[in-house]
């Protein structure tokens, strides 16, 4: 017979509050069971829910947006470590590109080299904040595939939006939401308005920009930087091909 917790006792089990556990089920995320008295109460089932949606919360995704990848789907703890077993790796590999920076300058250090001064803020910002290098390697790949008329068209992207979205692709690639489903078309639609507000909306620069993009992620020595992989940029494809009247 399985354990059964109040929602005081499974709210400290997994570092949270009872009021969130109460917004959680508000917005449907979690259906706890109830006894005849109508009181909550939380099995296996409904703590592995509560689980898949801290560890999503942690990847940086909305409620909004664990709510579309959730809602009508069964609990799936090896679906949720998965995902964590990613975003560990990652900053794992974040740590060790960091702690290589920070060993080779202190060889320079020891050996009576003096730094310059961007050289100190290289690596006060490399050890203080996420390594986010990708960006102006990038901009090589898209040198070589748009050239610099094209490449000075092309607009800023807003940061915070492209993070949630970055965020939202892999928990859809990674749950394998079907393709032609509403809620991944529906993330079709926002990625692509997004490409389009950089890019101007011109299907030249889209097909030269993803051209760029999979040459960089053919690449060793950059793949691993990049915030999304093959297997993301697999199933944005498979989101373009998939058959959907909202498609755009």
């Known amino acids: 017979m399985q354990e059964l917790l109040s ?3 499974a709210a400290r089990h997994l570092g949270a509050t009872v009021k969130a556990l109460k917004l959680y089920e508000r917005l449907g995320l979690v259906r706890p069971l109830r006894t005849a008295a109508g009181w909550r109460l939380y099995g296996s089932a409904e703590l592995v829910r509560l689980h898949e949606v ?13 709510r579309a990848a959730l809602v009508g789907r069964t609990a ?16 794992r590999r974040e740590g060790d590109r960091a702690l290589a920076r920070v060993r080779q300058i202190r060889r320079r250090l020891a ?18 904040a996420p390594p986010q290098r990708w960006p102006e390697r990038m901009m090589d790949y898209y040198r070589r595939h ?16 492209w993070s949630g979205l970055v965020a939202e692709l892999k928990t859809l690639t990674a749950t394998e939401a079907a393709p032609e489903s509403p809620t991944a078309q529906d993330f079709l639609r926002r990625w692509i308005a997004a490409s389009h507000a950089v890019s101007g909306g011109d299907p030249e620069v889209d097909a030269r920009a993803q051209a760029a993009w999979t040459e960089a992620m053919e690449d060793p020595a950059h793949a691993a930087d990049l915030p999304i992989g093959k297997a993301e940029l ?4 498979r989101l373009g091909t998939a058959p959907s009247g909202a498609a755009p």
Do not use: C, H, M
């Not at 801290?54 to 664990?66: H, V, Y």
């Not at 009576?112 to 203080?128: N, P, Q």
């Open 111 to 128: 050996a009576g080299d003096v730094l310059s001064s961007a050289e100190l803020v290289a690596v006060i910002r490399d050890t203080t």
């Open 54 to 66: 801290l560890a999503l919360k942690s990847l940086g995704l909305s409620l909004a947006n664990i």
């Open 234 to 237: 697999d199933y944005l494809t």
């Open 146 to 161: 748009l050239g610099e008329a094209a490449l000075s068209r092309l607009k800023p992207g807003d940061p915070a939006l």
């Open 76 to 91: 799936d703890l090896e679906r949720t470590l998965a995902l964590q077993e990613a975003a560990l790796l990652e900053r």
């Open 7 to 9: 929602p005081t006792e």
